[in-house]
């Protein structure tokens, strides 16, 4: 019997609305996966549907969890990252991302910037700049369209389309990616990814809900760290990650639950703690 795996889950804590690390936590664990926060800001709420939002920059706290670690010479399995609060923060977990990993370690990158074709609030372009710098030494970026278009400094339009547009982000298959929000069959969703160690790319999709649907993409990109740290092949962590979406979107419709709450996925989670990985 083996140990858990263990990641280093760097994002924003938001207290009300199912998002960062609301989610990041309990799917991870549910996944068999211990999961080590290390929030990069308090906001009361999330930032979609919301207003007057109190936020708490947590800069001095985040330099000094991972110099702590450091010194207890901690190594993680997997390093997650999400939303953080400024380029500084960005750039200070690039810099430390050497201490923490271990032999065989994975470094997944959510490049939370946008969606929709617009910057999240409070979104910079030396932001923009530096989470292009972080996604250079990850093993793995999950952007949906829009940080797509961010990182390859393009417009929507212009870039390709599936899996030509999932080998474009490789760095010449330096990382493996895995792009959100795509669409090649009618009435299905989900995503396009490359592998790097095979060089294989695909798609997999799962139907599609209309609506957006706030914590969606901190679900999915969740699922698939998650099913990476137990070994499975990215496809199969894509594929259960659009899958268990799609079910939580449906679930949050059945029960008539707010969209801006985020999704209804803690009754679903057992469909993850019970697969075997």
Not at 105 to 121: A, C, E, F, H, W
Not at 161 to 185: D, H, K, N, Y
Not at 264 to 270: D, N, Q, S, T
């Given at each position: ?64 969890t991972l110099k702590q670690w450091e ?7 997997g390093v997650y990252t999400g939303y ?189 703690s019970q697969r075997q990985w």
């Amino acid at each position: 019997m083996n140990a858990a795996p263990r990641v280093a889950a760097i994002h924003d804590l938001s207290c009300f609305g199912r998002c960062s690390l609301t989610v990041v936590l309990p799917t991870l664990s549910a996944m068999g996966v211990q999961c080590c926060p290390v929030p990069a800001a308090v906001l009361s709420t999330h930032t979609g549907g919301f207003d007057d939002i109190v936020r708490t920059d947590l800069t001095g706290q985040l330099a000094g969890t991972l110099k702590q670690w450091e010194g207890l010479k901690l190594s993680f399995d997997g390093v997650y990252t999400g939303y953080m609060a400024s380029a500084e923060q960005i750039r200070l977990v690039a810099e430390r991302l050497p201490g923490l990993k271990g032999t065989g370690s994975i470094t997944v990158v959510d490049p939370v910037l946008g969606d929709q074709g617009k910057l999240y609030r409070a979104i910079s372009a030396e932001m923009v700049q530096a989470m292009r710098e972080l996604c250079h030494v990850a093993d793995v970026i999950l952007p949906n369209l829009t940080e797509a278009a961010l990182l390859l400094d393009k417009d929507l339009g212009e870039l390709p389309q599936g899996e030509e547009l999932a080998r474009q982000l490789s760095q010449g298959g330096r990382r493996s990616v895995v792009v959100t929000g795509v669409e090649q069959r009618a009435g299905q969703i989900g995503a396009a990814w490359y592998d790097r160690d095979s060089g294989q790319t695909g798609v997999e999709d799962a139907p599609k809900i209309d609506g957006a649907y706030h914590g969606s993409g901190d679900l999915f990109a969740s699922v698939v760290t998650g099913a990476l740290m137990r070994e499975a092949h990215l496809s199969e962590g894509v594929g259960q990650a659009a899958s268990f979406v799609s079910n939580c979107i449906q679930r949050t419709l059945d029960v008539g639950a707010p969209r801006r709450e985020g999704l209804e996925f803690e009754a679903l989670l057992g469909q993850l703690s019970q697969r075997q990985w």
